[in-house]
């Protein structure tokens, strides 16, 4: 166990819908990462936030945003879905901008 | 462009066989190099960091080594439980936090 949650474990919704995916980091860390896993892609580097305030995006879709709360919990919204977006959602946290330890990840899946 | 390759893709042995997985990277610059074991479905699994050429770090039957060019994590005498995709991922001195990771090595341990 990372120390990392995610919730919800799952999600089957359609397209053109909006979902919000959730993340609690480890006790302590303040930065926030997310990356998209699928089968073509492997993992890719979404978005990271650093003690509230965005510090990096990589192939972020226009279509998807995050924001990291003063409690430091993190939210990926995703909107107007498509079916590509189908994916392994993960969150990771970090102390010290090194080692990132990964939640247990959101199976998106969008029919 | 900066890549992470790694090889083989899949490898199967026999209970107790040892083998070395292989993570080359052509990056202009590395902070550090990472790797994870990911079990399907699930998060990865932190399990090294190595910062610099020569160096090597070890845990139970796992040893990863670092040269200028790339990486071996070396599995002895490995059992069924062993069994998981094996990902190795850098990251960069310039620049963000993000990892690049590897597509991976998909390791089954035959009984």
């Known amino acids: 166990d990372s120390g990392v949650t995610q919730t919800p474990k799952h999600l089957i919704t359609a397209t053109g819908q909006r979902v919000t995916l959730r993340c609690s980091p480890r006790?302590?860390?303040?930065?926030v990462y997310w990356y998209q896993q699928s089968l073509d892609q492997g993992l890719q580097f979404l978005i990271q936030?650093?003690?509230?305030?965005?510090?990096a995006k990589g192939n972020i879709l226009e279509r998807f945003s995050a924001q990291q709360f003063p409690d430091l919990h993190s939210e990926l919204n995703l909107s107007s879905l498509e079916l590509g977006d189908s994916a392994l959602y993960f969150c990771?946290?970090?102390?010290?901008?090194?080692?990132?330890?990964f939640g247990p990840g959101t199976r998106l899946t969008v029919l | 462009e900066d890549q992470v390759t790694q090889s083989p893709e899949a490898l199967r042995l026999q209970e107790g066989e040892s083998s070395s997985l292989n993570c080359s990277y052509t990056?202009?610059?590395?902070?550090?190099l990472f790797w994870y074991r990911q079990d399907p479905g699930k998060g990865p699994e932190f399990l090294f960091t190595?910062?610099?050429a020569g160096e090597e770090k070890e845990k139970e039957r796992l040893k990863a080594t670092l040269t200028k060019k790339e990486s071996f994590l070396h599995i002895t005498a490995p059992k069924p439980e062993d069994s998981a995709t094996y990902l190795c991922?850098?990251?960069?001195?310039?620049?963000?936090?993000?990892?690049?990771f590897g597509t991976g090595t998909r390791l089954t341990i035959i009984p």
């Open positions: 990771a946290s970090s102390a010290t901008g090194y080692e990132q330890f």
């Open positions: 006790s302590g860390d303040l930065s």
């Open positions: 936030y650093y003690n509230g305030e965005e510090r």
């Open positions: 990056v202009s610059g590395l902070r550090g």
């Open positions: 190595l910062y610099s």
């Open positions: 991922a850098v990251l960069l001195n310039f620049g963000n936090e993000k990892l690049t």
